[in-house]
Structure formats: structure tokens, C-alpha cells
């Protein structure tokens, strides 16, 4: 350590003639106060002060479920598990893709390319179920798929997708960890009633009536309360009755 390069620089820092007190800086940011997140901008040879550009900020803008929109995100970030992208990350594990047993396991395979996951595509296609003729096959990369789709300004077609991509995923799963048979049309129903699910809700969300919330047209409640009269006067209150051919009636008079 007698020589390291650090310990040089330690004893290198000049010591001021008068002292002061001692304090925490921290010279990455400009509050001279510590983040991970100024840590992690060196890291990537980036200052503080770099508006970083980020290419996928419209994804949580679709109008679907918050942890579809933080999927997509991890997705767009190559952030997502799958077992090509833990094996790069040095994961001693089998990358083969769960579902057909073929290539290595990435998510444009998983996705786009996977003979078995590919007929999720031909059913929601035979369904009608997207607005328009929507098939990923061919496209890639994925990110560039919902690039495009992201471009026809279909914001349904986008809803769509991210439920479909999301029922993928979440079917992929039962395969690798539950050993479950990948099954594309309860894959694609399972797509079908998360979408008919945020459509209720937000239905819900619109109508107060549906939420058990008192409706706008319910009349507001008065109270009222019995006032003196001013002095030197009596005041009569009177209320009365009627059933079949009974009547019945009461006075009250108070000064
Ligand atoms: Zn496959």
C-alpha cells in the first residue's frame, strides 16, 4: 500500500494553515450531497447535469395496468429475466427456450420467433381480436415492433399488445417454473379478460353510482332548528296528518 497511486493523492492534499471544521461533500453533485443516482451516472461516464434521453418515456402513457407498463419498460431495458440475457450475466443455467425446447432463450424469440409462442399471434389475428392485421413475425427487435405499432397512433392496438406480451410472459413463467403445457388459446383469453377487466374498472372509475359513492342527483340534506321569536311575540308550530279518514294535528306555542 506504501506506493499505491490513492494513498499518493491522500498525501498530496495539502493541509490549510487554519483549521476548520470538518464537514460531508460529495464533489458528483451539485448539492455536495451523496445519491446513488450520481454514482450510477459516473458509472456510465455520464455528469449529473446530462438530461438523459430516454427512448421508451411514452410507455407509461399506454392505458393499460401499471405492472404491464413496468414489464414493458424492463423489456425495453433488457431488463426482463429470461434465460439468454441470465446466461450473458454469467448464470450457469440451461438458456434453451422453455416452450419449444429449441434456441436460446431471448425475448424476440420468446415473442416473435417461438414456433409455439407464434400461434398466440395466428389466434388473436383469427380472433380479430387487434383493430387492425397485426402480426410480429418477421419484426425485430421487439422494441422496434411497439416503435411501430407506437407509430399507427392506435392507442387500442397498443392497449392490446402490452395485455398480450404480458399473457405471454406470465404463460412462459408457468412453463419454466410450474413445468405447465404452453397453451396459446388460454394464453390468449387470459390476454382477453385482463382487457375486459381494466375496461370495467375504468367504467367504475367513471360512474360514482357503480363505486356505492352517493350519486350527484341525490337530493342534499337540510337540517332545521327551532328559533325563538323576537320578544313580546309567540311563536306556532303546527304539524298534521292524514290516514284513511282519521286526521290528527298538534300546536306548540312558545314565546
Ligand atoms: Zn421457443
Known sequence: MGNHPILKKIQGIAIPPHSKPDSF??????????????????????SINDSPDWN???????DTMPKIKFFLWQLCHKAVPIRGMLLKRRLNIDAGCPICMGDIESIDHLLCECPIGKKVWELADKHHWFPIQFSPGGWQPLTEVLQRVRSYRKPQLLQKLSFLIWSIWKERNAVAFENKFFNPLKCLIK????????????????????RGA??????????????PPPPGFVKINF?????????AGGYVLRD
Open 214 to 227: 352517493p350519486s350527484s342527483s341525490s337530493k342534499p340534506v337540510h337540517l332545521i332548528k327551532w328559533h
Open 191 to 210: 390476454a382477453k379478460k385482463v382487457y375486459a377487466e381494466l375496461r370495467i374498472r375504468s367504467c367504475i372509475s367513471d360512474d360514482s353510482s357503480l
Open 239 to 247: 304539524d298534521g296528518s292524514l290516514l284513511n279518514s282519521s286526521a
Open 56 to 62: 421508451y418515456k411514452w410507455i407509461w402513457k399506454i
Open 25 to 46: 461533500c460529495w464533489g458528483l453533485d451539485n448539492s455536495d450531497t451523496f445519491s446513488t443516482k450520481s454514482v450510477t451516472w459516473i458509472a456510465y461516464d455520464k
